[in-house]
């Protein structure tokens, strides 16, 4: 069965410096991965997705993600943090057997990000 | 204009009452979703439908009744709610099934549900 697991539960930051999201996966097969993110009482929001193309994915607001399959991680970084991206934020996989018939997106436990200033 | 809206945002009521979620889509996508997320954040589907033909039903109790009367709308109607029911419901939407080559899903702004 697939499954991801986010390492941090929380992370805080200062304003301008890295952020580093790690996210492990499990997969039987080549996985799709996803990174989404939830600001204050609002919904998701798709920051980029890994489909077996290239292995640096770049994203919205100056996210990327590595996917490494000898590490089978998909960690998400950014060079430079600002005080807008305080979120929630959440690695997911696809489950491309569920069911034999569809897809089905499995979401780690999340990952709190607060940005000092 | 608001591409995935839910109705209410905030519900708060009684122990066995019943209650309704309504979502809707402009966005002309064919597969409609719900989500649970818990106090800890941890977010589940519970439903998901695609051109109103439930294909989804993640072993949800059966007080849970999904309703799609076409594919821009699917409702949840909760009848006697309990305490563990409380969490922030979640609609959603995509293309089509294939998540797994496109993953988007376009996420409401939830529905907070207190039961008390």
């Known amino acids: 069965a697939q499954s991801v697991t986010q390492l941090d539960s929380h992370v805080s930051v200062s304003e301008g410096t890295p952020v580093l999201l790690r996210c492990n996966y499990s997969?039987?097969?080549?996985?799709?991965l996803f990174w989404y993110v939830q600001h204050p009482n609002k919904g998701l929001q798709l920051l980029l997705k890994y489909t077996s193309a290239a292995t640096l994915v770049k994203g919205i607001n100056g996210f990327e993600a590595e996917f490494k399959k000898s590490e089978t991680s998909f960690h998400l970084t950014k060079p430079s943090a600002h005080m807008s991206d305080a979120a929630e934020y959440f690695c997911v996989v696809s489950d491309p057997n569920y069911g034999g018939a569809t897809n089905k997106l499995i979401f780690g436990t999340g990952t709190l990000l607060a940005v000092q200033p | 204009d608001t591409a995935v809206s839910q109705t209410p945002k905030y519900l708060v009521t009684q122990m066995g009452n019943d209650k309704s979620i309504k979502c809707e889509q402009n966005l002309g996508h064919d597969t409609m979703y719900w989500y649970k997320q818990d106090s800890k954040k941890f977010l589940k589907i519970m439903f998901s439908y695609n051109n109103k033909e439930l294909i989804i039903n993640e072993t949800v109790p059966n007080r849970f009744s999904p309703k799609s009367p076409d594919k821009a709308h699917l409702n949840l109607h909760i009848n006697s709610l309990e305490l563990g029911d409380s969490a922030v419901y979640f609609c959603?939407?995509?293309?089509?099934?294939?998540?797994?080559?496109?993953?988007?899903?376009?996420f409401g702004e939830g529905s907070r549900l207190t039961v008390l």
């Open positions: 959603a939407s995509s293309q089509d099934l294939d998540t797994q080559n496109t993953g988007e899903l376009f």
């Open positions: 997969s039987s097969y080549s996985p799709s």
